[in-house]
C-alpha cells in the first residue's frame, strides 16, 4: 500500500511522480492511497494501473487552521486506512513524505496490523517546522525513520544529510522517476541568431526566488536577450517588475506540451535559491523536479545556485551544466557569454547533460524499489 497525502487527479509534482512510478507495478503488486487533489474532477484513472483508493478525512479549507483540522481528523484517516490495507490483503506500507498526517497514520496503522514500514522523504521534514508543529516533528520524525526497514530519499544529497544525524538508521536515494523519451543528440549547429531566448519552467517560491530574480533582471535588461517564462506564478512577476518588450510570459503547460516546445530557446535557465524563507537543510538538499526535462532538452542549462548545494555539487559531477556558484551578475555574464560564444563547451555540456537524464528513467527507479520492497 502506497499512502501519499495527495493523488490524481491533480497537477502536483509529487502526484506526476507517483504517476509516473506505478506505471510499475502491476494491479497485483500495489495500490495507491491518498486525498484527491481536485474534486469534481472528469479524469478517470487508467484501468492498467494498481487500483486507487481515495480517503475522505475532514477536507479542510485553506487558511491557518488547516492542520490543525487535518490533525484532529487523524483517527479517522487511521480507520481507513486499517480498513483498506486489510480488505487488499497488503503485506507491506510505504508511506510518502510531504503530508506528516498522512505519513504518521501510515505509521500508526503498520504497527497495528505488524506490516513492514517504508517510507520515502521528498523534501526535509523537521528542519522545515516551527512552533508547534516543530514540537510534532521531534518526535514523529525519528520514530518513523526507526521504525521504517528502508527510508527512501529523493537525492543523493538527503541521503547524506540524513546520515549525518542518524549514522544507524538506512537511507537510500530513490530519486523522482521520469518517462524519459528517446532524444537523439541535435543542438543547434550555431550561436544564437538573433535575440538570445532564454527560458524558465517550475514555480516561484522561497526555494528559488532569489536566485530567479536575480537571472531575471539581470537577462532582461540587455535588449539582445529575451526571457521565456513558463510558471503560474504571475503575482511574483509583477512584484518584482519582471515585465517589458524582451520578456514573454507563456503560463503553465503540462509537461507533455512542455517539453514538444524546449527546441525553441537557447540557453535553459535553472536556479536554486541561496537565501530565503526555506531552512539551510532544505537549501542543500532540495533537487528541482524541473531539472529532468531540461537535460534532455538538447539545449545548454545555466544554472545558478549556491555552492555545497546537492544541485551544484550533482551538475558539477557530471559537467551537464554551466553552473554560477556566486550572486556576482559579472559570473552570470560570462557563464551567459560562455553558452553563446563556445560552441564546443555548449555542445559538451548538452551531450553529459543527455547521459545524465537516463538516471532519472522511471524504469530504473521502480526497479530499485520493487527489488528493495519485494527482497525476501
Known sequence: MIVAGWVFPGTGGTIAILNNLVEYFSPEEAILVG????LNDEQEWPSHLPKLHHFTPLLPPKGRMNKWRRLLGMKRLERQLKQIAKAEKCTRILSIFPDEFAMRAAYNV???????????????????REGYWLKLAKRWQPAAFDHARVNFVMS??????YREVYPDLKFEPL??????PEVTYNPPAHSPQGKTKFMFSGSLNASCMDASMRLFKHIIANPNYELHLFTRDIRYLDEYGISGENVVRHGFHP???????????????????????QTEAEYRTIFPTRTVPLLYSNRPILAHSPPHAFLSDFLKKRDCAEVVETKDTQAIQTAIDTLIENEERRNQLIK????????FDVNRIGKKLKETLFKK
Open 110 to 128: 503498520s504497527k497495528e496490523l505488524d506490516l513492514p514500514f517504508y517510507t520515502w522523504f521528498h523534501n526535509t521534514y523537521l528542519d522545515n
Open 255 to 277: 509537461l507533455s506540451e512542455f517539453v514538444k516546445r524546449l527546441h525553441e530557446f537557447d540557453i535553459m535557465l535553472l536556479p536554486h535559491g541561496f537565501e530565503g524563507g
Open 156 to 161: 543523493e544529497g538527503m541521503r547524506d544529510f
Open 352 to 359: 553529459n547533460a543527455l547521459e545524465t537524464s537516463s538516471f
Open 35 to 38: 486525498r484527491p487533489h481536485l
Open 175 to 180: 530519486e523522482h522517476g521520469f518517462v524519459i
